[in-house]
RNA sequence: GCGGGCGUAGCUCAAUUGGUAGAGCAUCAGCCUUCCAAGCUGAAUGUUGACGGUUCGAACCCGUUCGCCCGCUCCA
């Protein structure tokens, strides 16, 4: 593993040291769980976003039927009506307040660990104690079972009758606190207070701060998408099959964040929020996971690191039908991460905002004009990293090869690389940068170029090499006398002559999509 | 959040254990250089992560805090 780790320093060491990737406000610390991009990460994690909105959106392939499909975008506000959150299940379901054991570590919900009394019939006196996991007090009874009998045993065996009491009602009390035995150790007198752990991060709107005001700094763009639906609908003529796509920040308050970029707390996503018939929901499906796979693949996310899995029903939010995720191999870890998940939510989403939005329950549902049939859409959901893809592509574009001058360097897919191509005057004299100085001006009003005369060209090359520029027109002593310049190819350093006016034609053509 | 380790120039590391922080690489300038980090000359660079304490004196000892790494935990 010490080999595997290596290679991640190397990388995060390359990041740094050629501009990728910073530590957020380093000067003062940094803040864990947030980075910064440098001048060469801004323009891949642009490039890739660009691809995403271009290859999706503007221009997605062919759906099932060989047909185009329908798609258009949006851009919503990070903080939105918290009423959304509501809805959505992230203020209810995750933000509720846990308890630690100090003992073993376990962590639990507050309102799914029971305390079990055992109390003596007649009169109903309890003689012995116990707590368990469970999400209701009748299911904790039976989960005390096996913990019952035995204690039952210790003090005599006997009839007794169970009752369980939920934690929430006795941690109010420091007292009884003091003495409760742990749900997964049993050791007593080990659990801390109940802690608030919810993983949204919260500001006020207005300049009143108080309870009234909270608002949310947005953990998924989906909710935007949804809460706009309608108006979508409304102000574009598109109809039932189509999706929309939103590229944006979202903000999650993790525990732990680690990893180097993978788990930020500001992150960006790239998400589709997929409409269509119930039937058709399946069909779908299965085309946005094929499409969302070649993707990756096409632009060289591809082999062994690229690991789509498909999760077991049990894995599955409650409302989803299937779901897969297409999942990364970084050095850091023995365990594939997710890049992306691509999920049939069913129309549990439409269905909530129906629900909680005030006058809108019918707003969701749209009619088929043939059928007349009036439904409320199934939604299918790509959802994927712009972060975490940025990572997989300097991961997957660093390469070693001692034999070369530059023995790392950055082998990203064409159309990712940051900088596409560079121009060197072999030498800084004979008339040489005068004839470089136009060809990079040209290729400048298109692509990303650099124009270098310093230093010796093998370390111009190098400097190249470690940018993942992947091509470079060096113009030499044969340039003055046939008019041609070489192209040096960044991955095997090979090179070709080509005549100096045909250098953005050349690029034009490898960079094609 | 818990336990363990760590923090010196952009990077890799020194500093005779409490006595005014230095080297290589990289960077920049000049010379030289006709295809893969060559050479020569010169230059710049640090509140030793931050704050506080002990001391005549702290990179070094103590406390707090921030960050990084490893293992748990968490990951809608």
């Known amino acids: 593993m010490a080999g595997k780790n290596d290679k991640m320093e190397r990388i995060v060491a390359l990041c740094k040291r ?11 610390g940094g803040l864990a769980g947030f980075w910064d991009y440098g001048p060469l990460g801004t323009e891949l994690k642009r490039n890739i976003k660009d691809a995403w909105w271009k290859d999706m959106v503007l221009s997605p392939p062919p759906g099932p039927d060989g047909k185009d499909i329908q798609m258009v975008g949006v851009d919503c506000s990070i903080i939105m009506n918290p009423r959304v959150w509501e809805a959505s299940g992230h203020v209810g379901g995750f933000s509720d307040p846990m308890i630690d054991c100090k003992e073993c570590k376990g962590r639990f919900r507050l309102d799914q660990v029971f ?26 009874v039976e989960a005390a079972e096996a913990k019952a009998k035995k204690l039952s045993k210790k003090h005599g065996g006997g009839d007794y009758v169970a009752e369980a009491i939920s934690f929430e009602s006795v941690m109010t009390s420091e007292e009884l606190r003091a003495n409760l035995p742990c749900p997964a150790c049993d050791k007593q007198g080990c659990l801390t207070e109940p802690r608030e752990f919810n993983l ?32 979508v609908m409304d102000s574009t003529r598109v109809k039932v099959p189509f999706g929309i796509g939103q590229i944006g920040k979202a903000f999650r308050n993790e525990i732990n964040p680690r990893n180097y970029t993978f788990r930020s707390r500001e992150f960006e996503q790239m998400e589709i929020e997929f ?3 119930p039937d058709e ?53 023995d365990e594939p991460q997710e890049l992306e998940g691509v999920a049939h939510r069913g129309c549990y989403d439409l269905s909530k905002h129906g629900q909680y939005a005030k ?22 959901e790509p959802s994927a990293g712009a ?39 072999l030498v800084a004299k004979d008339g040489m940068p005068e004839i470089a100085e136009p060809i990079y001006r040209q290729i400048r009003e298109e692509y990303t170029c650099q ?11 190098a400097r190249m090499d470690e940018a993942g520029t992947p091509f470079c027109f060096t113009i030499d002593g044969q340039t003055k006398e046939d008019g041609t310049v070489t192209v040096r190819n960044r991955d095997d350093a090979s090179q070709e002559r080509i005549p100096k006016e045909g250098c953005l034609k050349y690029l034009k053509e490898k960079l094609a999509r």
């Open 18 to 28: 050629r501009g990728f990737i910073f530590q957020s406000s380093e000067i003062y």
């Open 115 to 140: 305390h079990v009394l055992l109390k003596r019939e007649p009169n109903g006196e309890p003689f012995a104690a116990c707590s368990v996991e469970s999400d209701s007090p009748d299911g904790a």
């Open 200 to 231: 949204m991060f919260q500001t006020y709107v207005g300049a009143l701060q108080d309870h009234t005001s909270v608002a949310y700094l947005r953990p998924e763009t989906a909710q935007g998408i949804f809460a706009n639906f309608k108006n």
């Open 275 to 277: 409409f269509c018939h």
């Open 281 to 333: 929901g399946r069909k779908w499906w299965e085309y946005w996971r094929d499409v969302r796979l070649n993707w990756y693949e096409h632009l060289g996310i591809a082999g062994d690191n690229l690991r789509p899995r498909e999760q077991e029903e049990e894995e599955r939010a409650h409302y989803s039908q299937a779901c897969i995720d297409i999942e990364y191999l970084f050095p850091f870890s």
């Open 359 to 380: 006058g809108k329950e019918n707003a969701f549902a749209v009619i088929d004009e043939q059928t007349k049939e009036r439904f409320v859409p199934h939604v299918i």
């Open 387 to 425: 972060d975490r893809f940025t990572l997989a592509a300097i991961t997957e574009a660093y390469t070693v090869d001692e034999n070369r001058a530059s023995p790392e360097f950055m082998k990203f897919h064409p159309r990712l690389a940051p900088i596409k191509a560079a121009v060197f005057p």
């Open 451 to 461: 124009f270098d005369t310093k230093a010796a060209i093998g370390k111009r090359y």
